[in-house]
């Protein structure tokens, strides 16, 4: 195409901009019929209540006009506000990897209760209900990584793997030669079951998250290490040991590192429960996926070791199966949601075993600011469980090595292999001192033409 007749390419950001939810992007080019408006993620604004506006304003483009929308990976972030989309009157195609389809519907079917009880508390109707889940199924389309995808002027895109959770994907744009790299959510590879991150090297246009743009993580050495002494010293005192855990990924990672501490007798054997239906459902998808897992997951998996199953692993689907975890005498493990202990089953055997100086409570993921998990990280003695007054004798263990999340050396090193083609790099979703944060790095260290863009921004990208 003649150099003169360049598309214009905008980019609206709409969302995950001076906060890590509610991502949100409008990618538009072409006028008239030839126009063509994607966004990228339809995410629910998060760490708010659900009643709080946000979550209830119509959209700002208008859904019948958008042609699709590409999910970067199952998080509610990245995917809560589809239904809703759905029922506001959008009919084009939802475009996602298999996994993240899958994923996502199981959670926004799960997440219907939680915003059903909020709903109603604020007197307000739910922001979707089951029947908008099924709409959005019957337009969610699965594809795989790489498989190219057109649109109907010569624009065209392709998911490539983030290593952030099963199915997580970057949306990496071709127009008129020029890429355009939606990042989504990164991965902290190596991860235990995920490939690592794919390397950008050839992008022009960068649009990159920074959850973590100002912090840096412990090391990942040792981790396994880690969970094995804490486990054996766990059986040692003879309590329980409870671990908070997100449903997708932290959950089944857990699991996956048990399955080897078993295999190779390295801890001694006690039962181990998962008790989240959330996780089960997830762990269900995981266990059909191996295809998507990293060599060494792979080559275990291949020499017959399935490992999602080992002795003394029990799954407690059912609130009765659930209930009856109290009858297992300790020392035991305790895998429930949710992961910062902010609801889910983990509350109840929090209350029941914090008062216990032989039992644990170890903490492997990021705790957020108002939680009970984070109120319990920062050494609590006495915290309101479920209305009761709950005394923390149990011992809080700190392992932090299991982030799915790029730190901010990650995030640069990931701009950086792309430095020499990248004219300039957005940096959205983040809190506003993460987003700075990596924005002067980039441009200080990398020379790159880093900045944060504000919220409902449209910026026009020269191709
Ligand atoms: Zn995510």
């Not at 089951?130 to 109907?152: C, L, V």
Request: some cysteine; aromatic content about 8%; overall charge negative.
């Amino acid at each position: 195409m003649n150099k003169n007749h360049k598309k214009k390419v905008r980019i609206t950001f709409y969302g995950g901009i001076d906060t890590p939810t509610g991502s949100n992007f409008l990618l538009e080019t072409g006028e008239g019929e030839q126009a063509i408006r994607i966004l990228i993620d339809c995410g629910l604004k998060q760490g708010s209540r659900i009643c709080d506006d946000e979550n209830w304003q119509t959209f700002p483009y208008r859904p019948e006009e958008i042609d699709a929308v590409i999910i970067t990976h199952a998080h509610l972030d990245h995917t809560g506000r589809l239904p809703s989309f759905v029922r506001a009157g959008f009919a084009g195609t939802i475009y996602s990897t298999h996994p993240t389809k899958e994923i996502g519907l199981i959670m926004l079917e799960d997440s219907i209760r939680v915003l059903t009880k909020e709903a109603h508390e604020c007197r307000r109707e739910p922001i979707y209900n089951p029947d908008d889940i099924k709409n959005t199924q019957k337009i969610w389309k699965g594809i795989a990584y790489h498989e190219s995808i057109s649109f109907k002027n010569g624009i065209s895109f392709v998911l490539r793997d983030a290593g952030h959770i099963l199915g997580s994907s970057m949306v990496e744009f071709l127009i008129d030669g020029a890429k355009i790299v939606f990042s989504g959510d990164l991965g902290n590879s190596p991860a235990p079951l995920l490939k690592d991150t794919e390397k950008v090297t050839d992008a022009n246009y960068l649009i990159l998250e920074s959850v973590y743009g100002d912090r840096k993580h412990p090391s990942k050495e040792g981790r396994k290490e880690e969970l094995e002494d804490v486990i054996e010293n766990s059986v040692k005192k003879g309590g329980a040991l409870l671990v908070p855990a997100f449903s997708v990924e932290r959950t089944q990672e857990l699991l996956f590192e048990i399955n080897d501490l078993v295999s190779h007798g390295r801890i001694p054997p006690v039962p181990i429960f998962v008790d989240s239906p959330l996780a089960i459902k997830v762990t269900d998808v995981y266990k059909k996926s191996g295809a998507y897992f990293n060599k060494e997951a792979r080559y275990i998996i291949k020499s017959g070791d399935d490992i999602f199953k080992f002795p003394n692993l029990v799954f407690t689907f059912h609130h009765h199966e659930s209930e009856k975890i109290a009858e297992t005498p300790n020392p035991k493990v305790i895998i429930a949601g949710s992961g910062m202990s902010n609801g889910g089953r983990i509350v109840r055997h929090e209350q029941r075993h914090l008062p216990d100086p032989k039992s644990s409570l170890l903490i492997v993921g990021y705790q957020a600011a108002g939680t009970l998990g984070r109120e319990l990280l920062d050494g609590a003695k006495k915290v309101r469980i479920m209305g009761e007054d709950v005394v923390v004798r149990a011992n809080v263990i700190d392992l932090s090595g299991y982030s799915a999340h790029r730190d901010s050396d990650g995030l640069f090193q990931f701009v950086s292999d792309t430095a020499d083609t990248v004219k300039r790099v957005y940096v959205v979703m983040g809190e506003p001192k993460a987003s700075l944060f990596l924005v002067q790095k980039l441009r200080d260290y990398l020379g790159v033409d880093a900045r944060a863009p504000k919220r409902g921004e449209t910026v026009e990208l020269d191709l």
